[in-house]
Each structure stands twice: as structure tokens, then as C-alpha cells.
């Protein structure tokens, strides 16, 4: 059982540089989370999805896109990585929206931006 | 600002302790739900409460949900040292399509 896979599990990117974090999900579920996870701050929305072709902005949307061209993929993209995004993201699904049923995390990504 | 915030932010009790860690939300919501994150580990999922239920138990886990209050409190009994680790709230808001997640509770069980 795959659930939610998250790549890469770490990275360090250059100030300026542009990456794309991966998520795929294997559980056929439509709604889709991206979170960063700072020290003190918990776990903060950047972007979510309901289905394929539908995103919109959580709390803190700037400076990263998203897409969702399939129910399985959901990409987080950073155009022009900052120092301040240095975080943990975590990428989760669940086949319900909000808080109606469980959500599904990966085992996150750590970036760091130097 | 984030929907939900827990207190204490730390915890340390003895193994066979209970430990009882409180959350706070601001708006009306549909389901209120309590996840773990053992360290450098993604969320995971412990128990669902809906806002109609008053008291939930699964295993050793007990909620509670006072609505009037905006406030809810997880209960582990008999804590293991495997039971250290965060736990968060989360609850959604507006549309009800977001799930926030209050700022944590760092619960260590000392054996």
C-alpha cells in the first residue's frame, strides 16, 4: 500500500532557484493538501484541491503554484525559491472534503534554501 | 491566523500517566479530528469527532467536543513511552473544504 509518496525526502536549493515538489496518491482520492510545517507554527495550508483541474489558495499561497491535471498528482512548485520557504512540506489526500474523513500524509519533504 | 491552537505546547509525564492535551477553534465547524506526528514522520490520523457527538473513545484515546466552548481535549490513559510525540487538532473552515491544524501539543512519556 503506496498511499501518499512524496519526492524528494530532502533538498537544498540555491536562493532563486525553482523546483518542483511531487505528490502522488494512489487511493483514487479527490481532495488534495499541500502543508509547510515550521518550528512553533504547525502545520499551515498552502494550496488545495478537490479534483482534477480545480485548485485554489490555503493561508500561505504566495510564492508557490500548483496544478492538478490528474486525480493522482498533485506538484508544488516554487518559482524563485526564498530562504524563507525553508521548511517541511507535506502533501496530503483524502477522499472527502475538509474535515469529513481522515486525511492521508506523506512522509514529507525537507527543504532547505540557502 | 490558524483555525485551531492547543495547550499545553509540551507535556512530560510518567509512563502509566494519563495525559490530557486541550484545543481551541474560532469558528463553527463540521467535524473536529486529532492526528499524531511521531518526529521527522508525516500526520497520523487518530480520531474523528462530529460536532453533534459530545464524547468519542477509541483504545486508550478519549475525546471530548464542547461546542459552546469551541474546544475539544484528547485523552490518552495508561501513556506508553511509544505514545511521545506531537499531536495536532484539525478542524475545517469556510467552505468547508480546508482542513487547518492548530499548532501542536509535544507530549513526552518518560519510562
Known amino acids: 500500500n503506496a498511499g501518499v509518496t512524496q519526492t524528494p525526502k530532502f533538498q537544498v536549493l540555491k536562493t532563486g532557484q525553482s523546483m518542483t515538489l511531487q505528490c502522488a496518491q494512489d487511493?483514487?482520492?479527490?481532495?488534495m493538501s499541500w502543508y509547510r510545517q515550521d518550528p512553533g507554527m504547525g502545520l499551515r495550508l498552502i494550496h488545495y484541491?478537490?479534483?482534477?483541474?480545480?485548485?485554489d489558495q490555503g493561508e500561505v499561497p504566495n510564492g508557490y503554484n500548483v496544478s492538478r491535471s490528474t486525480t493522482e498528482d498533485f506538484p508544488l512548485r516554487l518559482l524563485s525559491a526564498a530562504p524563507s520557504q525553508t521548511s517541511v512540506y507535506f502533501c496530503?489526500?483524502?477522499?472527502?472534503?475538509?474535515?469529513?474523513?481522515?486525511?492521508?500524509f506523506g512522509q514529507g519533504t525537507r527543504l532547505t534554501v540557502v | 491566523s490558524q483555525q485551531g491552537e492547543e495547550d499545553p505546547q509540551a507535556l512530560s509525564i510518567q509512563e502509566g500517566e494519563n495525559a490530557t492535551m486541550n484545543c481551541s477553534y474560532k469558528t463553527s465547524i463540521n467535524n473536529l479530528q486529532w492526528y499524531r506526528q511521531n518526529s521527522g514522520r508525516g500526520l497520523v490520523h487518530l480520531i474523528l469527532i462530529r460536532s453533534n457527538e459530545r464524547e468519542k473513545h477509541s483504545g486508550r484515546l478519549r475525546v471530548t467536543l464542547d461546542t459552546s466552548k469551541k474546544s475539544s481535549s484528547l485523552l490518552i490513559t495508561a501513556s506508553r513511552a511509544a505514545d511521545t510525540a506531537s499531536y495536532f487538532c484539525a478542524t475545517d473552515t469556510g467552505s468547508g473544504d480546508k482542513l487547518t491544524f492548530g499548532t501542536g501539543t509535544r507530549l513526552a512519556v518518560r519510562p
Open positions: 496530503a489526500s483524502s477522499s472527502r472534503p475538509g474535515s469529513n474523513t481522515e486525511a492521508f
Open positions: 487511493m483514487n482520492h479527490e481532495y
Open positions: 484541491s478537490v479534483g482534477a483541474g480545480i485548485t
